[in-house]
């Protein structure tokens, strides 16, 4: 699971931003401008009927503060990704 969920940076993350654009989902922010220290992505790759899919995740990141909910706060109502 990303781990960004739960940062205090997640709208302003460059770094999520990629992450959104590669899960095909809504960005949090338009032009996010915050560029986070060392962040380690997991990319995992999985076939289904001959097509390939990418999975992003963020397991950790220098920049990480921890702001439990921010997500849901910023989409509420809305399924949190895991």
């Known amino acids: 699971m990303c781990i960004c969920i739960n940062c205090h940076y997640v709208d302003l993350c460059t770094t ?24 380690t992505i997991n990319v995992n790759i999985r076939t289904s009927d001959e097509e390939l899919q990418w999975e992003w995740d963020v397991v950790g990141c220098q920049s990480f503060t921890e702001e439990a909910g921010k997500w849901a706060k910023l989409r509420p109502g809305e399924l949190v990704p895991t």
Do not use: G, M, R, T
């Not at 990629?18 to 220290?37: I, R, S, W, Y």
């Open 16 to 39: 999520y931003h990629e992450v959104e654009h590669q899960h095909q989902q809504p960005h949090l922010a338009d032009a996010p401008d915050f560029n986070p220290v060392e962040p």
